[in-house]
């Protein structure tokens, strides 16, 4: 056992320093690259795209930017997520672009063609963003190889070689590229893998998920993407990912939380997140160490096709307001988000009554956030309500006595008017809403003399 141990640790840490290219000189470096490229095409060209899809992407201000490059010599192709997305028939959302040209010859250029340039920050990473006509962007990253990478956070050199560049990407179906003339560029057999509807990393899944540990979460959520069975993973991937799977430790919540979100709103969410508890991802990512998984599938299976929060989904996960904070801790929800999932825990316990809606209207008209609504619609989903429509369509009505009429009664300020407005309402809520301010204050001196009671009550 100890001999096992032994042999993995020196495994694993070989992978980690295979890709510290640091100590050798920056042609050396290249050379190596390739020597530890996995298989790979010699030519990389697979096919000419003219597809309607494709041709739709060519703006004025994209066939300037082309121009551009063209005429300073510098090669430039659409990278990444965008090549994938049209070779699937898809209209890309964001185009993302590589060049040959560095940083500095970019600014240079676009400088002298008088073309602004934003979002400077990107600039470290090796991406120049110019905005062409004034309207607009494009996002352009130099072609590089990590030289040093911490799990994290990659040092980076700059390269000509479009195979280095692809070989440094995390999933084959992300390493493609695609000229301005339609040529696309698979070294690795990416297209191959979209054809088949399978998530591979590029080479070897450890050395890729050391790299960035944040490629754990990317592989299932490209899964959810492109696969076409829910549970088809290929288990040296996942072994992989178990293997690795602490390094999630290092990476920020904001990062985690981007990609989750992602996989909860995707196709097979519910398997997919079954299959990251599996894999003890979930304490890495702050949900509890011992995860229902079976009412997170019970959920799932009637939230397929519902436009929903990912948080609905994600709540079912969730056994207290303890658990939910440390989730926030973690992966750093926005207000609503968090406020969110702390309702859907504290409320979704079924509520039975003759009319099924009145325990649902009543938490919105007993609250004061403006997002109550939005929340129980939230609830009611998670719930399987099958009153849904009716609710969206609900108008909340608005509460017809105010504080000013109170005091016309002689009611004072502070605690005492909070405790009479409430119960005043509470009386409206039970009458379904249908009663004029008038007939709302009748309630009062019945509420005046409860008060009165419970006063004396407790000061005997």
């Known amino acids: 056992m100890i001999l096992c141990r032994l042999i993995k640790y020196r495994f694993t840490n070989n992978i980690r320093n295979f890709s510290n290219l640091a100590d050798l000189s920056p042609k050396e470096r290249l050379v190596r690259c390739k020597e530890m490229a996995p298989k790979y095409r010699k030519d990389p060209v697979i096919k000419v795209l003219n597809t309607t899809e494709f041709t739709s992407i060519f703006t004025e201000e994209l066939n300037s930017l082309s121009s551009i490059f063209k005429q300073y010599g510098y090669e430039i192709r659409i990278a990444g997520g965008a090549v994938r997305d049209l070779l699937l028939g898809k209209q890309p959302k964001d185009l993302d672009f590589a060049t040959t040209a560095t940083p500095d010859q970019m600014k240079t250029m676009f400088t002298e063609e008088n073309i602004r340039m934003i979002n400077m920050n990107g600039e470290k990473h090796g991406t120049i963003t110019p905005r062409i006509n004034d309207k607009e962007n494009f996002e352009v990253t130099t072609l590089r190889i990590d030289v040093v990478t911490d799990g994290r956070h990659a040092e980076v050199q700059y390269t000509t070689d479009w195979f280095l560049d692809a070989n440094r990407r995390d999933l084959t179906i992300n390493s493609m590229f695609l000229g301005f003339d339609g ?130 989904l994600l709540s079912s996960l969730i056994n207290s307001d303890e658990e939910a904070m440390v989730l926030h801790g973690r992966l750093k929800f926005s207000a609503f988000e968090r406020d969110l999932l702390l309702f859907l825990v504290q409320n979704r316990s079924p509520k039975l009554e003759e009319k099924p809606l009145k325990p649902y209207q009543r938490l919105v008209l007993l609250s004061k956030n403006n997002k109550t609504k939005l929340w129980v619609i939230e609830l009611l989903k998670y719930l399987n309500s099958e009153h849904i429509k009716e609710f969206e369509d609900w108008d909340v009505p608005r509460f017809p006595v105010n504080g000013s009429m109170l005091k016309e009664k002689g009611i004072a300020n502070g605690k005492e008017m909070g405790y009479v407005l409430n119960k005043l309402k509470d009386h409206w809520i039970e009458k379904d809403t249908c009663l004029s301010a008038e007939e709302i204050l009748k309630e009062l001196p019945h509420i005046l003399d409860l008060t009165t009671h419970l006063v004396n009550h407790f000061s005997v």
């Open 183 to 312: 040529t696309v560029y698979d070294y690795f057999y990416g297209f191959d893998d979209l054809q088949n509807k399978r998530i591979a990393f590029v080479g070897e899944a450890s050395q890729r998920i050391q790299e960035d540990y944040l490629r754990i979460l990317r592989y299932f959520r490209f899964y959810g993407r492109i696969a076409e069975e829910s549970n088809k993973h290929e288990e040296e991937t996942l072994k992989a990912i178990r293997d690795n799977v602490d390094g999630l430790e290092r990476i920020s919540g904001e990062r985690i939380w981007v990609e989750l979100k992602k996989i909860l709103e995707g196709n097979f969410a519910g398997e997919i997140m079954t299959k990251i508890i599996e894999c003890n991802i979930g304490p890495y990512i702050g949900l509890p160490k011992d995860c229902n998984t079976e009412d997170l599938l019970n959920v799932w299976k009637h939230l397929q096709g519902v436009d929903t929060n990912a948080i609905t």
